[in-house]
């Protein structure tokens, strides 16, 4: 490794290849034209009844094979999180222009794999317990323990694609997969990997979760006849998140080694940092200091001028204090830029996907610097005083950016940001 006034000398980290299993649809074409349109896929719950729960809405991942991609024997030992993985990370490779199968034993050596997950597979562990307090102890699985880790979605990453690098598991809360895909470029850019699979994914709409959210009063309780109404981030009206699920995996390489392969470039991750509030387990500090220092390091760790960010992926949950003090941390690191500077939350068309949301706002910020247009905030429809920013209401935008900035706040007051330029091919 070469060294440059006693560190280590960086080397650009690009993205080669991204894949998505989101409400919005299947692969990352379904994903994008739901974003562009305004498509909201959050709906009533369909995974188990709702009725009882004061939030019977989310956004749910629909018309997902799990059995085209392991047999049903193996569907049995784990979660909706790990084959929702597994065709995330296949389509992202399958868009890098590589195939595991026929790598060497060399080069399986040399992938790795780290992902992000707030809630691992919580579906799978609610399952047994049920088994278990139903007294039906003989048929909980032999697979409880292991399945029932985080660790285990990115083994069986590993064991389906055969790839025999690192396979990491980074559970953060919400800002899990942001901090996965600063940890794989941090990895790469000092040498200690060339190329890795990274991500998040999480699959948490379960009883159990969706009624600790209804005590905790986080959810949206007043648009469950109307549900694709009820995301609505920085609108005045907003009355809590709606829990989504998903995975968008991406596929993160040296540069030098990319291009020498003639790999496509979709995008090129600049800078990355992380801080925390250090205040409280499920609140935000409301000086909104922390996420504004996250931000303003990751710009400063991409080594550019706040001003040369063109777009903001916000994390945007439609809560009212994650909004509020979003805007005012916005505000804060970027002082007048802030509203110069278009800005969105995608999770009003997808809902809240837990530990997998800064990986889709990567993705959404990839594929808007690409094709040169801005995915929305829909359902903008009373404005907020204290969150006067442009979210880019209700209509996606045509405008060309060259660099993006993706932000995410989590439980624990914790904060990470990732700066993305947009890619010379793909």
Not at 73 to 93: S, W, Y
Not at 355 to 368: H, K, N, P
Not at 375 to 394: A, F, G, V
Request: contains cysteine.
């Amino acid at each position: 490794m070469s060294v440059n006034n006693g560190r280590p000398a960086r080397r650009r980290v690009v993205v080669t290849g991204l894949g998505a299993v989101s409400p919005s649809g299947i692969g990352v074409k379904a994903f994008w034209e739901a974003l562009r349109d305004g498509i909201s896929g959050v709906d009533t719950i369909t995974g188990f009844d709702p009725e009882p729960l004061s939030c019977r809405i989310a956004g749910e991942v629909k018309n997902f094979h799990s059995d085209g991609y392991l047999p049903a024997n193996e569907l049995k030992r784990m979660g909706r999180a790990v084959p929702f993985a597994i065709a995330a990370t296949q389509e992202a490779l399958q868009l890098a222009r590589l195939s595991p199968e026929s790598f060497s034993l060399e080069e399986k050596q040399s992938w790795g794999v780290v992902l992000g997950s707030g809630g691992g597979t919580p579906d799978f562990t609610e399952e047994q317990y049920r088994l278990y307090f139903n007294d039906q102890v003989r048929k909980v699985s032999a697979y409880n323990v292991s399945s029932s880790t985080l660790g285990t979605i990115s083994s069986e990453i590993s064991l389906y694609f055969d790839l025999h690098g690192p396979s990491h598991m980074i559970s953060t809360g919400c800002t899990s997969s942001t901090d996965a895909i600063g940890y794989a470029f941090n990895m790469i850019r000092f040498g200690l990997a060339d190329h890795l699979v990274t991500g998040g994914v999480d699959a948490t709409i379960t009883p159990g979760i969706m009624q600790g959210f209804c005590v905790m009063r986080a959810v949206s309780t007043s648009h469950n006849e109307e549900p694709w109404r009820a995301s609505r981030p920085f609108d005045r009206l907003r009355d809590g998140f709606v829990l989504g699920e998903g995975a968008w995996v991406f596929v993160l390489e040296d540069q030098e080694r990319a291009l020498a392969r003639g790999a496509r470039i979709f995008a090129e991750v600049l800078g990355y940092a992380s801080t925390c509030d250090a205040y409280h387990r499920v609140r935000l500090d409301p000086s909104g200091e922390e996420p504004a220092r996250a931000m303003t390091l990751a710009v400063q760790d991409a080594g550019l001028a706040k001003d040369e960010i063109g777009y903001l992926a916000l994390h945007g949950t439609s809560t009212f204090l994650n909004d509020k003090t979003e805007t005012m941390a916005v505000k804060i690191c970027f002082g007048r830029h802030a509203y110069q500077t278009h800005m969105s939350s995608i999770k009003s068309m997808i809902g809240h996907p837990q530990g997998a949301s800064g990986a889709a706002g990567v993705a959404a910020a990839i594929l808007g610097m690409k094709h040169g247009l801005l995915p929305p905030t829909i359902n903008y429809e009373n404005s907020d005083p204290e969150c006067d920013l442009d979210y880019i209401p209700n209509r996606s935008i045509s405008k060309t950016v060259d660099v993006s900035l993706c932000n995410c706040i989590g439980f624990g007051s914790k904060n990470s940001a990732l700066v993305i330029a947009r890619g010379a091919s793909g």
